[in-house]
């Protein structure tokens, strides 16, 4: 049961950190340009920063 528990939290961090990493792509975004500012930003900022874990986690192997 233990190893569920470790599976569901590291499952969650990744969750978090994806958020964490978009919020940062979002806020250089706005930035740069500050009429960009919107949900489809939004989403598309996470869909990068998860995208972007991915490739780090991931085996170049």
């Keep these: ?3 569920l ?3 569901l939290l ?3 961090l990744k ?3 994806a958020s964490f990493v978009a919020f940062l ?3 250089v975004a706005t ?3 500050p009429t960009a500012a919107g949900v ?6 996470f869909a990068a920063a998860a995208g972007a874990l991915l490739l780090v986690e991931s085996s170049p192997l």
């Design 31 to 33: 930035a740069v340009e």
């Design 1 to 3: 049961m233990s190893h």
């Design 10 to 12: 590291l499952r969650l």
């Design 5 to 7: 528990i470790v599976e």
């Design 15 to 17: 969750v978090v950190l």
């Design 25 to 27: 792509i979002y806020m």
């Design 40 to 45: 489809t930003l939004a989403v598309t900022s």
